[in-house]
């Protein structure tokens, strides 16, 4: 019996190629920006697809305006429970001079969709949406529950989404989470990096800027200390025996994906200044300065002797003061984990190629799962211009996840 629902979920997802491009192509036309992090009119749109497939659903909004979607499917028979995630939220589009594409467009030409959060990650909730949408056509034959998680807020960090979700809805914790975030369809994230987001200060003495001896410059204490944060990169680590051999075994399909070196970035400590601003005029000696900095930790290194290195230094330096914006230690699930085995065999079968466990680069709502001991999968198509102008996916793309997503949940469910 299984055999045969797998063939047919598989045979209407090429049926309805067109529908689930249109339904990925409308999503990216719902601007979600975040910030400000507004995404009714996105889970209004959502909502009244899932009701035109007869799919019920609950609406969960801590903050009126960043409304979560859960979506509930309960099989005859008893088994395990798996959960589809994914945020709805997206980067800013910036200028749109700059796009060739209009950013909220969700043009589609030359077997691409264009337009910002297509790959980031409205074509993964696309996949999710999907696969929950075909499982429930066979609700009389499905062994356990799926539970559909479309958040808010995961751009800036989770709060009023995912973290929310798994810390008041009994209902969004189970035994396997599934995210589509983009990955690139020849690799699966079993693991993801901490992350440390410092918000930096530092005053001084004004002063004129001919007169600097009389003066404390605000902006030169922070390019001292900037530098200081700098050498974290340096700090040795010891990352668990079965994650490293798994990223260097991987190392050159990773670069050749992601760029070369992402494989350094993935198992080493990263220190990115995003933002600075400090001073009142250029002839006069800056008072204040500040800036945000954010720190990223591979496996092995937790954030507890990073804020204490993060103290040390800030101590060295008058006037310099900072607070921790957000904080998380990295996470990992076994990869030898079911969930793994299933989406690998899946994966190869479906694109008729290789396909290999690595960790996330970036950060994903997977870590407020983790928080929970629940075993997270990222697998979700390529990102192309992510965070940038013309930001696409593949149609390709979207079609092999939504095929991976639907059939490895079905296998989970029907082996538990």
Same mark, same amino acid.
């Given at each position: 019996?299984?055999?045969?629902?797998?063939?047919?979920?598989?045979?209407?997802?090429?049926?309805?190629?067109?529908?689930?491009?249109?339904?990925?192509?409308?999503?990216?036309?719902?601007?979600?920006?975040?910030?400000?992090?507004?995404?009714?009119?996105?889970?209004?749109?959502?909502?009244?697809?899932?009701?035109?497939?007869?799919?019920?659903?609950?609406?969960?909004?801590?903050?009126?305006?960043?409304?979560?979607?859960?979506?509930?499917?309960?099989?005859?028979?008893?088994?395990?429970?798996?959960?589809?995630?994914?945020?709805?939220?997206?980067?800013?589009?910036?200028?749109?001079?700059?796009?060739?594409?209009?950013?909220?467009? +969700?043009?589609?030409?030359?077997?691409?969709?264009? &337009?910002? $959060?297509?790959? !980031?990650?409205?074509? *993964? #909730? %696309?996949?999710?949406?999907?696969?929950?949408?075909?499982?429930?056509?066979?609700?009389?034959?499905?062994?356990?529950?799926?539970?559909?998680?479309?958040?808010?807020?995961?751009?800036?960090?989770?709060?009023?989404?995912?973290?929310?979700?798994?810390?008041?809805?009994?209902?969004?914790?189970?035994?396997?989470?599934?995210?589509?975030?983009?990955?690139?369809?020849?690799?699966?994230?079993?693991?993801?990096?901490?992350?440390?987001?410092?918000?930096?200060?530092?005053?001084?003495?004004?002063?004129?800027?001919?007169?600097?001896?009389?003066?404390?410059?605000?902006?030169?204490?922070?390019?001292?200390?900037?530098?200081?944060?700098?050498?974290?990169?340096?700090?040795?680590?010891?990352?668990?025996?079965?994650?490293?051999?798994?990223?260097?075994? +991987?190392?050159?399909?990773?670069?050749?994906?992601? &760029?070369? $070196?992402?494989? !350094?970035?993935?198992? *080493? #400590? %990263?220190?990115?200044?995003?933002?600075?601003?400090?001073?009142?005029?250029?002839?006069?000696?800056?008072?204040?300065?500040?800036?945000?900095?954010?720190?990223?930790?591979?496996?092995?290194?937790?954030?507890?002797?990073?804020?204490?290195?993060?103290?040390?230094?800030?101590?060295?330096?008058?006037?310099?003061?900072?607070?921790?914006?957000?904080?998380?230690?990295?996470?990992?699930?076994?990869?030898?984990?079911?969930?793994?085995?299933?989406?690998?065999?899946?994966?190869?079968?479906?694109?008729?190629?290789?396909?290999?466990?690595?960790?996330?680069?970036?950060?994903?709502?997977?870590?407020?799962?983790?928080?929970?001991?629940?075993?997270?999968?990222?697998?979700?198509?390529?990102?192309?211009?992510?965070?940038?102008?013309?930001?696409?996916?593949?149609?390709?793309?979207?079609?092999?996840?939504?095929?991976?997503?639907?059939?490895?949940?079905?296998?989970?469910?029907?082996?538990?």
């Amino acid at each position: 019996m299984i055999m045969n629902i797998r063939e047919e979920i598989l045979n209407k997802i090429d049926r309805d190629r067109n529908q689930i491009v249109s339904l990925c192509s409308d999503l990216v036309r719902v601007p979600s920006e975040n910030p400000p992090g507004d995404t009714r009119a996105i889970c209004q749109f959502i909502s009244k697809f899932l009701e035109s497939r007869g799919l019920s659903y609950q609406i969960y909004a801590p903050q009126k305006k960043m409304p979560n979607i859960v979506a509930y499917l309960k099989g005859k028979k008893s088994g395990r429970r798996m959960i589809f995630n994914g945020h709805m939220d997206v980067y800013p589009a910036g200028d749109p001079r700059r796009w060739k594409h209009h950013p909220f467009g +969700g043009e589609v030409e030359e077997g691409k969709i264009f &337009g910002r $959060g297509s790959s !980031d990650m409205k074509g *993964g #909730i %696309t996949a999710s949406i999907m696969a929950f949408a075909y499982l429930s056509q066979y609700q009389e034959e499905l062994k356990g529950e799926v539970v559909l998680t479309l958040v808010s807020d995961e751009e800036t960090g989770g709060k009023w989404g995912s973290q929310w979700l798994v810390e008041n809805v009994p209902l969004v914790t189970g035994n396997v989470m599934l995210n589509g975030e983009p990955t690139s369809c020849e690799l699966i994230s079993f693991a993801e990096k901490g992350r440390v987001w410092l918000e930096t200060e530092a005053n001084g003495l004004g002063a004129h800027g001919a007169y600097t001896h009389m003066g404390d410059n605000a902006i030169q204490k922070m390019i001292y200390f900037l530098k200081d944060l700098e050498e974290l990169k340096t700090l040795n680590i010891i990352a668990p025996t079965e994650v490293a051999r798994i990223l260097e075994e +991987g190392r050159e399909v990773v670069d050749a994906m992601k &760029g070369k $070196g992402a494989t !350094d970035v993935l198992m *080493g #400590i %990263t220190v990115n200044f995003g933002r600075i601003s400090g001073g009142t005029k250029i002839n006069m000696v800056a008072e204040h300065c500040r800036a945000e900095v954010d720190i990223r930790l591979p496996q092995g290194v937790s954030t507890h002797p990073i804020l204490q290195e993060v103290n040390e230094r800030a101590s060295r330096y008058k006037g310099i003061t900072y607070k921790i914006l957000h904080e998380n230690d990295p996470f990992f699930t076994p990869p030898d984990h079911e969930i793994f085995t299933l989406l690998k065999k899946n994966a190869e079968a479906i694109r008729g190629g290789p396909v290999l466990l690595s960790s996330g680069i970036g950060g994903t709502d997977a870590k407020h799962f983790r928080s929970k001991n629940i075993p997270c999968a990222i697998y979700g198509p390529r990102s192309n211009s992510m965070g940038g102008p013309d930001e696409y996916i593949t149609v390709d793309d979207l079609i092999l996840t939504t095929k991976v997503h639907a059939v490895t949940s079905l296998d989970y469910l029907e082996q538990g």
